[in-house]
Every structure is written in structure tokens, then in C-alpha cells.
């Protein structure tokens, strides 16, 4: 059964469409890019499918389910788990906590327990931490558990970030440019990780600019202009798309007149 | 393991400076004084909670503390129930109240729960002030003798009224202490200063940031309620101005005066900003002139609160 398909979406703000029509489908294992010029939509479109907007038209299916414009902790609790651009971490806590908080689901019980200290909230908060620190020798970061999150590197945080993202065993994972100011060892070890996780069968939708990391680790390529969808398929054809290549070559010139 | 001894060195500096203080008291008014800092202590713990932890602000947390507080005098003398009870009913009714007024705000991003709690705070001053036939309005109200005292003093441990009160607050103040401790290190305490961090990534890791936020709302209001209690049962009397709008921001600052992030630097801030109007009486008329000043002060150049700063400092030296 398909994980994650989005029909027809589409949103508007102030009456400018920054999403127009867009539908692809992602299934268990895949590897799926959104890839577009700067400006295409990329993000809107993320933000739409992971309920951060509601969109103004069109449909998110999660395994069959209308998830549309849910809030995220109920995508989140329904496997859908996503990073982001400009990170969003938890910068008041540790490397190990910020992976921790990761498991909420699955460390939760009630307020009671965790206020007095019970043994049920110590062994919830144990499995956690063994979860966590797991992850984080996973993304390379074990020895960091203790850090402030604060004190790490840009590249550092964009696999924390991961960490955090995989901790909740999602079935749908969204990436929003998860190599972006990495260099190209951390550029290849997040490669090899994004391959890992959907080797697992979770469905991962990609966006990232790095071009040569999406030919090579995707399955499916959905290409965006202008918000709309202007091509798909699989990167060998979408690379030699004449469309893709003009959207792609148009905004640089338009970039360079800017400039 | 070294999170064990965070919470542990917290109690155990507290249960030292409870126990230790009194050996240097010049009289007996002082068990008075320390007894008022351990009640704004807890108060404000419950404030750490929601602000510290949570990222939360309230400007009418007297409102619970003065439900707390009329609790005990109105339940013994129109339900009959025993004082103590009183406190519990106080806190069952703060937790409901607290309940019904976040709801519908925490689910809002922004400052609406300071303001509507702002106006929660209000309402309570007014009603207590202004229901007179039953609060006995300005004036106060007696509340009745929590009776505790009279039971040590069969079982052979004869303490004077003052002592009795410093000791009882101050356990009362460790085992709040104790309980915000244990949410710090919990799952629901990472939760709630996950969503401090950033609710935009609170929600993708599944945190319900709004129920998160009420239970936070709620624990606090409790603190408040329990506190309003005990100045109550203390002092025998009761009035308006334990839920006045001076009273929630008091809380507030010592807060953040203190170090809104640690439970021992609210305590600190809770210490200093009961003895500091004390010390200050010299300056007669000056003296909020200065309490600003100070607070101003802190704030520009010792952010984090004062504990907190001080605490890097010397850590900072030591490396």
C-alpha cells in the first residue's frame, strides 16, 4: 500500500499560488526528491504535507488515511516525522536530551508517575536514554551526548536532527535539505544513512540541493517550478528533461540579473 | 549519572540550609522571616515549572494562592472540614480552575496566557475583596489553628509557634522541591522544555504542545494554591493581598530574579527578594526605588538569573 500519496495540492498566500497542483506518491522504501530552483515551493510543499500549513487545496493520505492539515504531533504519532531547513532544535538541552525527546512517544505515561519519581517514569526515561544514545553512535555523535546542543557544528546539528527524526521508528520521513552546509564526508555518511533508513522500508521524501546526492540516492524525482509540478520520474530521465533543464538554467539567469 | 547528583546536591544544599540557619538566629522573629522565604520559595518553584521548564508566563498566580488561601478559612467553617483538608480542597479547586482558564489559551501561541491569566489574578482580588459577607472583604478573615503544633507537642517535641511553621514550610518547600526535580529529569519534564526550545520541533516529535503546556499550567497553579495555604494557616489570617496583582508579579520576579531555569536558584531568588524589603526599610520612602535598580541590574548584566551566573562564574574560573 502506498505510505504517502498528496493529490492536487495546492496554497496560496495573499493570493500569489506558492503551491499549484502538486500529487506524487511515495511507497515503503522509496526514496522520493522534490527538487526545483530556489523559490519553486519545495518547503511549502513540506510544510503542507507535514501540517505545519493547511493547504488551501488538494489532499495528504497517510497508508489511506486523510491526514490533511492535521497538526503535526498527531502526524507524528500517526509515523509521519520530518526535519527542517533552518533546524529546529532544542537548544536549551543536551545532544543526549534533544535525541531523547525524539522517543516522547514511546517514553510518555502520566504526570503522576513522572512527578514522584515512580519506577514505571525511571524505566520509561531509561529505555529512552538507551534509544537515544543508540542513535546518536549511529550519526556519529556519541561522544557529544553531553554537549550543550548549542556548542555543535552546523553539520553536527543537521544529523542530530536525524537522530531526533529516526527516534521516533517513523514510516514517513521528511528531509528538508539534510546534507545542506555539510561537506562532502559528512555529505556522504548522511547519503549513507538516508539510504540505510529506507532500506528499513520507511518511505522518505527528500528535498535537497546538493544535486549529485539526489541522482544518486533516489528512486523518484518530482520536479517543481513556479510551484508547479513540471516533470517526474526516475533521475536519468529527469535529468535529461528539457524542461527541468530550462527551469533549472532560466532561474540562474534571472539569479544573475538580480545580482 | 551526573543528572542524580543535580537533584540530589539541590535537596541536599536546601535540607543544610534548613536545617543549619537557625543555629544563627539573633531571635525569634527570624523563624517568622525564613518560614516566609521557604512559602515564597515553593511558590515560586511552581513558578520554575511553568516558566522555567515550560516557557510559560502567568501574571496572576496569586489568584490561586489566595483560592489556597481562603480555602482554609472558609472549608473549616462552612464544611467543616479539618484545615488540612482545607489546603487539599484549596489545591483541588486551584487545579480545576487552573484547568478550565488554560485550556482554552494554551492552545494559542504567544503572550495570551500572561495576559488572561492577568485578568484570572483580578478577578480573584475582586471577589475576594468585594464579597464581603463572605471573605470578610479588605479586612481579611481569620483562618483556624492548622493543629499540628498541639500533636508534636503530645509525641514530646515542644516547639515554639515560629519554629514549628520555619520547619514545617521548609519540608514542605524540600518536597515541592523534590517533585519539580523529579518532573525535570522526566518524560513529561524533557516534553515541556522540548517545547521551551521550540514548538515548531516539539509538535513534529509528537509532543501535544498545548495538553503538555496545561499540565504545566496546572502543577504550578497547585504550588501557588499550596502556598496561599500556608501563609493562611500561619499567620491565622487571611487578606485580599495574597491574591493581588503585586503578589503574582513578586512571584515572577523572584523567579527570574533567582534563575527561573533551577529550583535552587528560585529559592534564592525567593530568599533575597523576601530579605532584601527587610533590609531596605532604612531607606525608607527609596526603598522600591532601589528594589528596581537591583532588579534592573541583574537583569542587563546577570541574564540567566542570579544563581545561575554566578554558579558559571565560578565553574568558569575553575577550569
Known sequence: ?259 | MPKLTVKSATLLVLAVLIAVTPFFFPSGYYYRVGALIFVNGLAVTGIVILTGYAGQISLGHAGFAGIGGYACALAPEYLGLHPALAMVLGAAVSAVLAYLVGRPILRLKGYYLAVATLGFGILVSMVLNNERDLTGGPDGIAVPELGLRGVLKDWGLNLSNGQFWYFFCGIVLLLGAWIALNLYQSPTGRALRALHGSEVASGTVGIDVARVKLQAFVISAVYASVAGSLVALQNKFITPDVAGFMHSIEMVTMAVLGGAGSVLGAVFGAGILTLLPQALTVLAEYEQLVLGLVMMLVMIFLREGLLPSILRRLRGRGE
Open chain 1, 1 to 259: 500500500m502506498t505510505l504517502l500519496s498528496v493529490e492536487g495540492l495546492g496554497i496560496a498566500f495573499g493570493g500569489i499560488k506558492a503551491v499549484h497542483d502538486v500529487s506524487f506518491r511515495v511507497e515503503p522504501g522509496e526514496i522520493v526528491s522534490v527538487i526545483g530552483p530556489n523559490g519553486a515551493g519545495k518547503t511549502t510543499l513540506f510544510n503542507m504535507i507535514s501540517g505545519v500549513y493547511r493547504p488551501g487545496a488538494g489532499r495528504v493520505l497517510l497508508e489511506g488515511e486523510d491526514v490533511t492539515g492535521m497538526a503535526p504531533f498527531r502526524l507524528a504519532q500517526r509515523g509521519m516525522s520530518r526535519t527542517f531547513q533552518n533546524l529546529q532544535i532544542f537548544q536549551n538541552m543536551t545532544v543526549l536530551e534533544n535525541a531523547i525527546a525524539g522517543f516522547h512517544l514511546q517514553e510518555r505515561g502520566t504526570v503522576l508517575a513522572d512527578l514522584f519519581n515512580l519506577p514505571s517514569s525511571r524505566r520509561r526515561a531509561r529505555q529512552a536514554e538507551a534509544g537515544a544514545r543508540e542513535l546518536l553512535a549511529r550519526v556519529g555523535l556519541e561522544r557529544a551526548a553531553d554537549r550543550e546542543a548549542a556548542s555543535l557544528s552546523y553539520g553536527s546539528l543537521k544529523r542530530l536532527e536525524i537522530a531526533r527524526a529516526l527516534a521516533m521508528r517513523p514510516r514517513v520521513l521528511l528531509l528538508d535539505e539534510p546534507a545542506a552546509g555539510c561537506n562532502a564526508v559528512e555529505t556522504e555518511e548522511i547519503d549513507h544513512l538516508i539510504a540505510e533508513v529506507a532500506a528499513s522500508g520507511v518511505a522518505i521524501l527528500l528535498v535537497e540541493h546538493d544535486m549529485k546526492m539526489v541522482m544518486r540516492i533516489s528512486n523518484h524525482i518530482v520536479v517543481l517550478d513556479h510551484g508547479e509540478k513540471i516533470a517526474e520520474g526516475a533521475p536519468a530521465e529527469v535529468s535529461r528533461n528539457p524542461a527541468v533543464i530550462a527551469a533549472y538554467l532560466g532561474t540562474e539567469e534571472a539569479a544573475d540579473a538580480d545580482g
